[in-house]
């Protein structure tokens, strides 16, 4: 089961330009992550925001949480070529395990 | 150099033929976990394992075995009975139970001859 849904599914932009992701999901959390993913390779954990926090930063990422909204949103400032990847949600709702969503594929050209 | 390893990065499986994927850590975790992932999309859970000897059934479980009899590993065995076992196989790690970060090896790609 697909607790979180990412949007757009794909995203185009220019080298320099600020990407933004969004996640939605439909139960409690405990926990939402933000994993990074190059073409054929593993997962990267990016970040990790606890659902009593609002907004977290790291280096160029932002992530928000709105637990009202079940939501939250990964925005990459000033993007590089190197951040074409996939991005993915994942909650961990209790039960020892993270869900995972279907993914953003993010194409940064240079 | 810590981390996860898998091996191998591809595999290729006969019909009616049971295959083995290997997942190695030495990153001291206790919980390990199989994923797999299909073209263009998330990830789905086959088993996890919270500790030595015990593993639990994820959202995909059938057609596949696992074991844990060691920390540092948890092979996964796809068998004759995945009528669809062409996908991208992840194993990911975490130091606990519960949904903390997990840290991913690289992959094995799976192809049916």
């Known amino acids: 089961s697909q607790q979180g849904e990412e949007d757009p599914q794909a995203l185009s932009i220019q080298e320099g330009e600020n990407a933004t992701m969004n996640c939605s999901y439909k139960?409690?959390?405990?926990?939402l992550q933000w994993y990074r993913q190059n073409s054929g390779r593993g997962l990267v954990h990016l970040i990790l925001?606890?659902?009593?926090?609002r907004e977290k930063h790291s280096g160029r990422l932002r992530v928000t949480l709105d637990t009202s909204k079940k939501s939250s949103s990964l925005l990459i400032t000033a993007s590089r070529a190197a951040d074409t990847a996939s991005y993915f949600c994942?909650?961990?709702?209790?039960?020892?395990?993270?869900?995972f969503g279907a993914g953003t594929i993010l194409r940064v050209k240079s | 150099d810590g981390g996860i390893t898998q091996s191998p990065k591809y595999l290729f499986r006969k019909e009616g033929q049971n295959v083995t994927l290997s997942c190695e850590q030495n990153l001291n975790h206790d919980a390990m976990y199989w994923y797999r992932q299909d073209p263009g999309q998330g990830l789905r859970l086959i088993y996890y394992s919270q500790i030595v000897n015990d593993f639990q059934k994820g959202d995909i479980a059938e057609g596949y075995s696992v074991s844990r009899e060691k920390k540092e590993s948890f092979p996964l065995t796809v068998t004759s009975a995945q009528k669809n076992p062409t996908a991208f196989y992840l194993c990911a790690s975490s130091p606990g139970t519960g949904g903390e970060t997990q840290y991913f090896g690289p992959g094995t790609r799976l192809l049916v001859l």
């Open positions: 994942a909650t961990d709702a209790g039960g020892n395990k993270l869900v």
């Open positions: 925001i606890r659902s009593n926090e």
């Open positions: 139960t409690s959390i405990n926990n």
